[in-house]
């Protein structure tokens, strides 16, 4: 029967082949052998990303560096499987750093792109042996170069500008007064141009190129034009002032976007938009080395998240089914009403067919409402339009796909919910266990219930 769900989804909008990466007696084996919820991982499937990535950009007239940003999903086994497509990882936090440390990760492959810029921190990094660091302040700079100054370590600074435009997304991160990098021209000392003719004058600092990052789940990609464009004016700005000026790195951050609701452009289609504007920075101001900086694109699609429907009630013509999980494993729901693809996959091991409804309606689409275990209004999941919930019955399963970013990361213990297990589809189609679910036991001592 779920293959038949299977069908007639995929006949209304092509789910990428690589999603299903699991078959219904696996999910019924694996929900017996751990429980529910559970999140599945694709080891293919996050290699698939990196290749599908680097291919889109293959008609650059330079060097291209896939960069993983881990703040997406920081579990190990999933930046070992990076480690071996020999990628680059973009750090933000000391934590973030332990787990590159702790992972033996080749520093000459890592940027560090912090918000906070302490002198600490970037001492901490330097020793690590991290060269190429994005700052982005003034305050920033100044400590970078204490840091590099008491260490007697020379890195490679970028600039992460804010190119102030405009962009269409749910998650964006370049505009005016923003947090993130600084203006073009703005402040003082606060800009882009300052920052880089003080990099100049620094003999502890070599500068190595610009950073900026526009925002997440991009579909609309003329905010990269626009800010190629604003880039290419200060290009040529600091090049009549700075002789010596040269561009190394160019990284244009993340945004690559995902299927959750309805098809998103490829990372080809997306790439062709901005190709030329790329390719003139090349040919305007010499050979640098492009960084296409991904969290979302690179790991959403490796995951499905695996829930029990426990619960379900019927009335006015709707049907509100209860789940063992709730937005406490996938924030993105309350905090972006976030539409991943759902499927319904049968129970096999129980009598789930004896609850399939509690009047005998027929509830399709609108009329159902996934809703979470969670004590709070907005801990409902909103459906996307690939979503199949007709046989969403008490004892089945439901699938939830592409919940491989910001996802586990942001896992809480709300309503003292423990974490549930990770497992990984290895590349020789084995199972493993790469996250160990917690207990009460371990959330009791983790909240301080043991301290006497
Ligand atoms: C600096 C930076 N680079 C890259 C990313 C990754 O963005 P995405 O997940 O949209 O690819 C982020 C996400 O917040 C970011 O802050």
Not at 50 to 78: C, M
Not at 411 to 431: A, I, S
Request: hydrophobic share 40%; with cysteine; glycine share 6%.
């Amino acid at each position: 029967m779920v293959e038949n769900v299977v069908q007639i989804i995929q006949n209304k909008v092509t789910l990428s082949k690589t999603n299903r990466f699991i078959t219904n007696e696996e999910i019924n084996q694996l929900a017996d052998e751990y429980g529910t919820p559970l999140y599945l991982v694709d080891e293919q499937t996050l290699h698939e990303k990196v290749l599908e990535l680097r291919d889109a950009y293959q008609n650059f007239d330079g060097q291209v560096k896939i960069v993983y940003s881990i703040k997406a999903n920081f579990n190990p086994s999933i930046i070992k499987t990076f480690m071996k497509d020999k990628i680059t990882f973009d750090l933000t936090s000391l934590g973030e750093l332990f787990f590159i440390h702790k992972l033996k990760v080749d520093p000459e492959n890592v940027i560090y792109t912090s918000v906070t810029e302490e002198l600490e921190e970037y001492k901490q990094v330097l020793s690590y042996g991290i060269k190429r660091i994005v700052v982005s302040s003034y305050f920033g700079l100044i400590n970078l170069s204490q840091a590099a100054n008491i260490l007697g370590i020379v890195p490679k600074v970028m600039v992460r500008m804010n190119p102030e435009v405009g962009v269409k997304a749910e998650v964006r991160a370049s505009y005016r007064n923003g947090k993130f990098g600084v203006p073009l021209n703005g402040g003082k000392v606060d800009s882009a141009y300052y920052l880089v003719k003080s990099i100049y004058d620094n003999p502890m600092l070599e500068f190595e190129g610009f950073h900026f990052h526009l925002g997440s789940q991009i579909t609309n990609f003329v905010c990269y034009i626009n800010a190629l464009e604003r880039l290419n004016s200060l290009l040529n700005k600091l090049k009549k002032e700075i002789p010596t000026f040269s561009l190394k790195t160019l990284d244009i951050g993340g945004g690559t976007p995902v299927f959750y609701n309805e098809p998103v452009p490829s990372p080809k289609e997306m790439a062709a938009i901005y190709l030329d504007k790329l390719n003139n920075l090349v040919s305007n101001h010499g050979d640098f080395t492009l960084m296409i900086e991904s969290g979302r694109f690179l790991v959403a699609e490796s995951s499905i998240m695996i829930a029990k429907i426990v619960n379900t009630k019927e009335y006015n013509d709707h049907k509100i089914v209860i789940l063992d999980t709730g937005y406490h494993l996938l924030l993105d729901c309350a905090l972006l009403k976030q539409e991943y693809p759902q499927e319904v996959a049968t129970n096999t091991h129980n009598n789930s067919h004896l609850y399939s409804s509690n009047t005998n309606k027929q509830f399709t689409g609108k009329n159902i409402h996934l809703a979470g275990r969670l004590c709070d209004t907005l801990d409902i999941f909103p459906t996307s339009k690939m979503s199949d919930l007709t046989f969403a019955n008490v004892g089945n399963y439901v699938l939830f796909y592409n919940v491989g970013a910001y996802s586990l990361v942001f896992n809480m213990p709300f309503h003292c919910q423990t974490k549930p297990p990770v497992l990984m589809k290895t590349f020789d189609g084995g199972m493993k266990l790469i996250r160990k679910g917690t207990s009460y036991d371990d959330l009791f001592a983790e909240e301080g219930g043991l301290i006497p």
